[in-house]
């Protein structure tokens, strides 16, 4: 079969290609979706075209998910923080970075339901997800190695946990001689009984013939496919069951969904504040319940043992800026109606909007309930594209990218062929995941619309794809 090769230039009604206004954002004649410009628009007091102006223009940005995205006003303080530090770098040091440091723990207190007035000591930044997984993982992989568990007892994670998650259990507590058990996930899903379900047979088969489930490791939203897992509800039942320790990978939950988490009641829970919290990449929060003084930070510096908040605010020189700007994301989320409760409301009703839009134009379904999506959600990609392999997924993500400008992540499904033994142009073997964050404009959806749309009536299939 010859390599597919794209249209240089899309012809007829769905062809046309998006034209873009100078201030970064797509001009109002497409689809006559916006009348007005977005930078005439401040939406909430805020000017979007003037906070977002440094996202290249001209692209529909469909993916707030895997990279968040940071307003100018919060990337001028963490300049501002950069140049004090270039300026009198002992002075920083000595009497700005720890207090700095504070000020950002008790800014987002109360944002992940503690009060500001109590103690931080349980709230730690810290880079990303990554580094407080590996965190959790390696204080894990010390109580076997220890003997305070056994060689054979279990981890317990969601086989949709993010990879790179996996691989640091794999690294740190199976090596130290855990055993790992994957909590298999149907996917599409229609309730969150769904997962509820498969959580507490794999429970149970991971706490019988002499062993114990040590830890779980639960993602509060998984990465991919995307779904809004009951967090709540798997925590408790860790609890009823004797698991020793829960991690919660809340990777993309706040500014996504509601976090508190006192009223998740797990061990640990990180969540990064780079993706949907409006910070430069890359800071994260790890909460831990009671005392940290346990874990420590994987880079041990002069810190270590002072408590995991003072250990991860020091681990050698390097830019901290990113972790001091908290209060000014803050203040950006407070500027919108409803602050980030608005904000993450009006994301959510956008996103099963624009996705039920895409998923009738394609006639294919969401690939979850909207009570189990946030500000993303999975729309099926018509079969006929025969998305057959992890790689014809990134194929065809690239070739979205290339050809049409729009960057959207997506999603082979291979258990929907095996379980269904589903083939064929009707089975919906692909996904798109798609976020809503609030620079997103309608025209952005209609671009990835109209892209597939125009794949369909062409014939392509990913086979096409060299
Ligand atoms: C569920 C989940 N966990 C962990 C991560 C890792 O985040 P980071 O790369 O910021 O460490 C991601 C990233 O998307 C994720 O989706």
Not at 54 to 66: D, K, Y
């Given at each position: 079969m010859e390599p597919y090769t794209p249209p240089h230039e899309p012809s007829a009604s769905t062809d046309k290609k998006p034209s873009f206004s100078t201030n970064g954002h797509y001009a109002p004649d497409l689809n006559g979706a916006h009348q007005l410009p977005l930078a005439k628009r401040p939406r909430h007091g805020v000017c979007l075209a003037s906070e977002f102006a440094?996202?290249?223009?001209?692209?529909?940005?469909?993916?707030?998910?895997?990279f968040g995205s940071c307003p100018a006003s919060v990337l001028r303080a963490q300049g501002e923080f950069q140049r004090l530090f270039l300026a009198q770098p002992d002075a920083f040091y000595f009497k700005m970075l720890q207090p700095a440091l504070e000020r950002s723990r008790r800014a987002l207190m109360p944002f992940i339901g503690l009060k500001e007035s109590e103690s931080s000591e349980g709230v730690a930044l810290v880079d990303n997800a990554t580094t407080a997984a590996a965190i959790v993982l390696q204080h894990m992989a010390w109580q076997f190695t220890e003997g305070a568990f056994h060689k054979g007892d279990v981890v317990l994670m969601l086989h949709y946990a993010y990879g790179a998650v996996k691989k640091s259990i794999h690294a740190y507590v199976a090596r130290a001689g855990a055993h790992v058990i994957e909590v298999p996930l149907p996917f599409p899903l229609s309730s969150p009984d769904d997962i509820i379900r498969e959580f507490r047979s794999s429970l149970q088969l991971g706490n019988?013939?002499?062993?114990?489930?040590?830890m779980a490791v639960i993602d509060h939203i998984t990465s991919m496919p995307c779904v809004v897992v009951p967090v709540r509800e798997l925590v408790q039942i860790c609890r009823e069951e004797g698991v020793d320790q829960v991690f919660v990978d809340g990777a993309h939950a706040i500014g996504n969904v509601e976090v508190d988490v006192e009223a998740i009641g797990a061990d640990f829970y990180t969540s990064n504040l780079h993706k949907w919290f409006f910070c430069p990449p890359a800071v994260a929060f790890l909460h831990s319940k009671g005392k940290s003084n346990s874990l420590h930070h994987p880079v041990v510096s002069h810190e270590y043992g002072n408590g995991l908040p003072m250990e991860s605010g020091w681990i050698g020189t390097r830019d901290y800026s990113a972790q001091l700007v908290v209060p000014d994301a803050v203040d950006f989320v407070n500027k919108f109606e409803g602050g980030i409760e608005g904000i993450r409301k009006r994301n959510h009703e956008k996103v099963v909007e624009m996705g039920r839009m895409l998923a009738q134009a394609w006639g294919t379904d969401l690939g979850?309930?909207?009570?189990?999506?946030?500000s993303m959600v999975m729309v099926g990609l018509p079969g006929c594209l025969g998305i057959c392999s992890d790689s014809d997924a990134m194929k065809l993500r690239g070739l979205l990218r290339e050809e049409y400008k729009v960057e959207v992540p997506i999603y082979y499904n291979s258990r929907r062929r095996v379980e269904a033994g589903e083939e064929g142009p009707t089975c919906i073997t692909g996904y798109a995941r798609i976020s809503y964050q609030v620079y997103n404009v309608e025209a952005e959806y209609f671009v990835l619309r109209d892209a597939i749309t125009k794949l369909v009536n062409d014939g392509f299939n990913c086979a096409m794809l060299s």
């Open positions: 440094h996202h290249e223009t001209g692209v529909a940005r469909l993916n707030n998910g895997s019988s013939n002499g062993r114990r489930v040590r979850a309930p909207p009570e189990m999506s946030g």
